[in-house]
């Protein structure tokens, strides 16, 4: 089972883009999905999360305020709207499915079944 993410490219500082993530094979409404995003010499981070039923949605603390995380589910589809992004939020962007949101000083998704969608890149010039 794999998630299908899209929606990077290229923009300048200060532009918005809409990331998409969807599954041609499982309902993304039975879970929490979450978004995360991992930079050139740098770990993986959690960006955005939300759960099943969009009980909660979290973010991590660079992005609040200006990133969105929603849920179509008539389209099975998460996304990420990213609004007024800066230099720093240059990376992969992936996706995630699993049981539920996991929050704190970082976000992330419980790992009982893990999975994950290939990314894509997001390249904002400053």
């Known amino acids: 089972v794999q998630l299908q993410a899209s929606g990077g490219g290229l923009v300048q500082s200060g532009a918005s883009l809409r990331l998409s993530c969807t599954s041609p094979?499982?309902?993304?409404?039975?879970?929490?999905i979450g978004w995360f995003r991992q930079a050139p010499g740098k770990e993986r981070e959690g960006v955005s999360c939300?759960?099943?039923?969009?009980?909660?949605?979290y973010y991590v603390e660079s992005v609040e305020g200006r990133f969105t995380i929603s849920r179509d589910s008539a389209k099975n589809t998460v996304y990420l709207q990213m609004n007024s992004l800066e230099a720093d939020d240059s990376a992969v962007y992936y996706c995630a499915a699993d049981h539920f949101c996991v929050s704190g000083p970082n976000i992330t998704l419980t790992k009982y079944l893990e999975i994950w969608g290939q990314g894509t890149e997001v390249t904002v010039s400053s």
């Open positions: 939300i759960d099943v039923g969009d009980a909660a949605r």
């Open positions: 094979q499982i309902a993304l409404r039975d879970f929490a």
